[in-house]
């Protein structure tokens, strides 16, 4: 298992799969990223922390790799609203 790079900006085409804080009680925050549709994961080969969001019932690995990113939220946001906001904005000025 290899770490997970961080980028300044979404790649075109990946999908947010969460955001969270990039340190406990700051108001920085990263937003994890991946190249296939979330529903696609259980059929996706996945690393931590990505294959925390599937079912272990689900999980049906093939051949596909899912590739993951951590992408920082411009801004200083109180809440994962407030987060999440940003992110969308972020995705909508990249398509």
Known sequence: MTAIKYLDRPPVGWFA???MRKE???WDWVVLMIDVHPDDLK???CDF???FYVH???YRPGERRVQQRWVRVPGK???ED???DAVEDMIATRH
């Open 56 to 58: 272990p019932k689900d």
């Open 24 to 26: 406990a009680r700051k």
């Open 82 to 84: 407030a987060a999440w």
């Open 49 to 51: 922390p990505t294959l």
């Open 43 to 45: 059929t996706c080969i």
């Open 17 to 19: 799969l969460d955001v």
């Open 77 to 79: 946001h109180r809440n």
